[in-house]
């Protein structure tokens, strides 16, 4: 009897440990499928909201006619020509410079200090309010040439919002890459640079095409950083020198309106910015996907 005394009084000690685990278990579990719930529910609202009132503005004149005057009949052909030459340019402008940061970074910095700082300071940059980006490039770039806005200084202040998550994307991408593919290449006395670009650079290329995937899906609705740099107009440009429209300012700017004409182009236009996000995001993961397929 008193050999099994010890042995009941560790059993009913266990089985309390466990009946508390399970317990702890099964609300950890609720409470996460609430939050989901929770998440997804005023996810489907917004898209709703989205969609029920900005079906009503697609049609041949959203994509072919300019920005209209109050009470008139139009489309954002300005806007959303203007958002893709900014967007195009910085992405040409983020992209070599992200790339070859994020490089050094994953080859030659290394696990040194300056790189650990650079890092640090790119997650910084990374989620640094878009508005103070704006602020940044209208002072270093409008305010320098008298206050003039213009295309070029939109392209600048959304290059800085790719710049970091390129850096970032291609710094990990290419550290995910096996270091005995380096030292495979290296034996072989192919030049480092060389290394790179031929063996790295592929084996990479899938995650760094999806990170300036995301980074376009990104700065393509973005607002405040426009709003100081390219400003907006009201009709067709092509001039880079000059304000440029945009979609996201022009949505700004019809939402706060009185005239349900701009609002419904407004609507409009978070329609086709939200379709634009979700047909780069599946890209983005089809790319990712038929990268694993092959590997595997």
Do not use: H
């Not at 850096?167 to 096996?178: A, F, G, K, N, S």
Request: aromatic residues 10%; contains cysteine; positive net charge.
């Amino acid at each position: 009897m008193s050999g099994r005394a010890p042995t009941d009084a560790r059993a009913d000690v266990a089985e309390r440990l466990y009946r508390k685990r399970a317990i702890i278990n099964r609300l950890a579990i609720v409470m996460s499928c609430a939050a989901a719930i929770f998440g997804l529910f005023f996810l489907a609202w917004i898209l709703w909201t989205t969609i029920s009132k900005g079906i009503g503005g697609i049609n041949i004149a959203l994509f072919t006619q300019d920005t209209p005057p109050p009470m008139q009949e139009g489309g954002l052909a300005n806007a959303l020509f203007g958002s893709a030459v900014m967007c195009g340019l910085a992405i040409l402008i983020g992209t070599p410079l992200g790339i070859a940061a994020g490089t050094w970074l994953a080859e030659y910095a290394g696990a040194r200090k300056i790189g650990t700082v650079i890092r640090f300071v790119n997650d910084i940059l990374l989620s640094a309010p878009s508005i103070v980006l704006g602020l940044f490039v209208y002072t270093l770039v409008v305010a320098q040439f008298g206050g003039g806005f213009s295309a070029i200084a939109g392209a600048i202040a959304l290059a800085f919002i790719v710049l970091p998550v390129i850096v970032r994307t291609t710094d990990e991408m290419l550290r995910l890459v096996p270091a005995q593919m380096r030292e495979a290449a290296l034996s072989l006395g192919i030049p480092q640079w060389k290394v790179i670009v031929q063996v790295l650079y592929r084996g990479a290329s899938a995650g760094i095409v999806t990170g300036i995937i995301l980074a376009l899906a990104r700065i393509s609705g973005e607002t405040a950083p426009l709003l100081f740099t390219s400003f907006g107009n009201q009709y067709w440009s092509t001039d880079l020198t000059q304000p440029m429209a945009s979609v996201p300012v022009v949505m700004n700017q019809f939402t706060a309106s009185p005239y349900e004409s701009w609002q419904t182009l407004a609507w409009a236009g978070a329609l086709v910015l939200t379709f634009f996000v979700l047909v780069l995001s599946m890209i983005a993961r089809a790319i990712l996907l038929r990268n694993k397929t092959s590997n595997d």
